[in-house]
Structure formats: structure tokens, C-alpha cells
């Protein structure tokens, strides 16, 4: 092997090997309940709250989900609300992965309502 191949070798594998980890982690196939779960209640419940009773963002209770479609919840978790503190999730959930969230959000959600 040529002598000047070794540092492009060595190149390419620091490139390589975390596309192969970050393939892994993204080839999970179906979403994940369990990590999907985790980050609503924790990641997104770090601003609409643990019990999604709000915070620096709005509650987020089942009955007021359903006045919006899976698809608009969607994409407001994937991208955002513009000019607002919700950030988008594209980078951390699939379209799958936002579409479970929001159905979690309209059929299974911790919190039902805020009226009791
Ligand atoms: C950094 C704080 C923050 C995080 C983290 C966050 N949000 Fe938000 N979210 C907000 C704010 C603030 C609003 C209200 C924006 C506005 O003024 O319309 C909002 C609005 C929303 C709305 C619209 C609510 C409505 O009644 O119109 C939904 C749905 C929502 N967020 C879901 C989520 C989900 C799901 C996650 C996690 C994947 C998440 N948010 C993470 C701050 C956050």
C-alpha cells in the first residue's frame, strides 16, 4: 500500500464509522413505543410539562388534541410552530415516529382532559 493511502484510509473509517452507527440507530424499522414515550413525557414535557399539564408551552390533554388532525399535529412536531419557542423534531423523529407521537397524543395520552 502506497504510503500516502494510510491517512486517507484512516480518513474515510473515522468518517465511516458513525454513519454506521447512526444507520443502526435510524434503521430501528417501526417506531419504538418505549423511546417515543420517554421523549414526550420528558423531552416535550420539559416545556408543556411531565404531566403535559403546561408549562412554557401549552397543556397538551387528549381531548384538546383531537381538535386538531394526526396530519397537522404531525407537522407540528416535526416542524415547529415559526416564531414560537416549539422547536421542530426532524432531526431526532422520523415522519413514522412524529405520527406515533401525535396519535399517542389523540388516543393513549397520560392526560385526558383538564377539566376534572
Ligand atoms: C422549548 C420548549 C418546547 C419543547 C421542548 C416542545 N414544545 Fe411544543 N410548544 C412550545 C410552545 C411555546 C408552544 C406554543 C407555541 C405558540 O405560541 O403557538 C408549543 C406548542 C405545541 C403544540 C400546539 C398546541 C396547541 O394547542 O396548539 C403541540 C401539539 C406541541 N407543542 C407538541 C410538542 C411535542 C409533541 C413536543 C416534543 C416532541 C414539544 N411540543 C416540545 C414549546 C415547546
Known sequence: ???????LLLLGLVWLLPQAALAESQD?????????????????GSCHGMTLRGGLGPALPQDRMQALSPEALTHIIRHGIPGTAMPGWEALLSEEEARWIAEHLQTDNRLKTLDD
Open 1 to 7: 500500500m502506497p504510503k500516502r493511502a494510510l491517512p
Open 28 to 44: 430501528a424499522g417501526a417506531p419504538n413505543p418505549k423511546r417515543l414515550e420517554a421523549l414526550l413525557y420528558q423531552d416535550c
